[in-house]
């Protein structure tokens, strides 16, 4: 029997409106019918029957804003956070492989759900999940990762990693390094084959995407420019149109990357990638960091977008994604949080401070410093695109998806009250997240998820996780051979960048 539309009422609200004085309109109504906004407009002028209305948000003193879209994480690091000291992401992901810790179905449904917890109780209502497993692209994990997502009620686009090489061991192989046994070094034999890999993935496709009312859906995720061959990212491309979906990869996100894609592939990174017809609307890049000239113009040409992840850029040490000229060439920029083990949590909020930060250049006139509200429009409607949701996701306005946070203007973030852009972007981090609204559903609630017992849920990741690392404060061994592989790697990076080409240019 199918169930009527729930009506939902927000009276009285504050909205964000770009152009009014103060950034503000006051006493606004919003009709939510379903999982769509019906209407917006002025308290007391929309249209609907009373009888109709089936819950009532006081807006009253309630800033509400669209949900913010975390564009580039990776869940199974929601439970790794602050395991690893900053290093050059070649080196960090030595020990994310050789990490000790059980993983198992369930652990990845628990960090997945850790992390939705995190998101949705800052408001962010949707995530983009580039999801590793530690046995490559595995149904069981897949699933458990889609049931956290379905179960607590966040907006998830998942696209399972996928890789069949990596050029930097090919090159340290070729040079004659003889790496030890590791499952880094090892990870292509310990995994199914790529074929297997492929039909498990295009299975979790035909299962997952646009379920739950369309509110899960599933991309292809090529890991990266330098581990995925041209046949496996032709078959990428083959699953995106056959389902109709788009494409999430890495792109030149260090020096080394975009040198060892030069060295074997002839070409920069994302020249590559437009060649093999994966730079195309519906495509998402993460990083993008070291490019070369003309890269931002052919991405904004091809109507790709691009995904600033500069906690993760910091931590790593990858280096300055150039956020204002992507902007100014009419890039689609989006934020995100990267994983918890490059990050450190799941808080769009400290991704929008670092990114109003972070791109005021002392040698850049400061009134093309990006501003507040480009910044905040990156973790909204630049989210949307990179989903390929644009006209369904990142604004309030009738037709759109219901996807809203409600924050709470006497919180000290918005005391005094000045321009909302500027305290949502430097001010707040997080708290005054009140109510969140996903699909038209309240699933944050008073500052607590409505769906899911979050104390039941800390309660079974402690025990997991004591169980699986030593009871004190150091971190857990990692296996065997791991630090020797790290030197070997740290040797092979700085031979490589050592004889880099200088047509690579980091652009600012």
Known sequence: MHNPATYTLIQGCALLAPTEP????????????????????????????????????????????????????????????ATSPSLPLELWLVPLFGNTFEWTPRMAYLSAALGALEMLKSGTTTVLDHLWTPSGVSEPFLNAV??????????????????????????????????????????????????????TLEQFIARWHNTASGRLRCLVGPSGIHWCSQT?????????????????????????????????????????????????????LAHAIWLAPGDLERIALSGATLVHNPVSNLRLGSGRFPLKRALDLGVSVSL??????????????????????????????????????????????????????????????????????????SSTAFLPLRD?????????????????IVHGEVVVEQGHLTRLDETELAHEIRERCRHDLPDTPALPEPVANTQAVMAQIDTLRRLTLRRGKPAIAHLM
């Open 420 to 436: 909302p852009y500027l305290h949502l972007v430097y001010c707040e981090p997080g708290p005054a997240v009140e109510t969140v």
């Open 146 to 199: 889609m049931q956290a997502y379905e179960d607590v009620g966040i907006r998830a686009a998942v696209a399972p990693s996928i890789e069949d090489q990596d050029l930097l061991l090919t090159s340290g192989l070729q040079q004659g390094f003889d790496f030890p046994e590791h499952p880094f070094t090892d990870r292509f034999d310990l995994w199914p084959p790529i074929e297997e890999q492929l039909d």
């Open 232 to 284: 496996l990212l032709a078959h990428c491309n083959d699953l995106a149109d056959h389902y109709e979906t788009g494409l999430h990869i890495h792109a030149v996100e260090t020096a080394l990357q975009a040198q060892i894609i030069r060295d074997y592939l002839g070409k920069d990174g994302i020249a590559y990638l437009a060649d093999q017809n994966v730079l195309r609307p519906g495509t998402s």
């Open 22 to 81: 103060n950034h503000l309109l006051y006493d606004q109504d919003i009709l939510i019918i379903g999982n769509h906004i019906q209407e917006v407009g002025p308290a007391g002028t929309l249209c609907y029957n009373p009888l109709q209305i089936d819950r009532v948000l006081a807006g009253q003193d309630r800033l509400v804003i669209p949900g913010m879209i975390n564009a580039h994480t990776h869940s199974l690091e929601n439970v790794l956070k």
């Open 336 to 409: 995100g949080c990267d994983g918890s083990a490059s990050n450190d949590n799941q808080n769009m909020f400290s991704v929008l401070k670092l990114a109003g930060l972070l791109h005021n250049y002392p040698r850049l006139d400061y009134k093309q410093w990006p501003s507040a509200a480009a910044i905040f429009s990156a973790a909204t409607t630049g989210g949307a695109s990179a989903l390929g949701q644009s006209t369904e996701l990142g604004t309030i306005a009738s037709g759109q998806l219901a996807d809203l946070v409600m924050l709470d203007l």
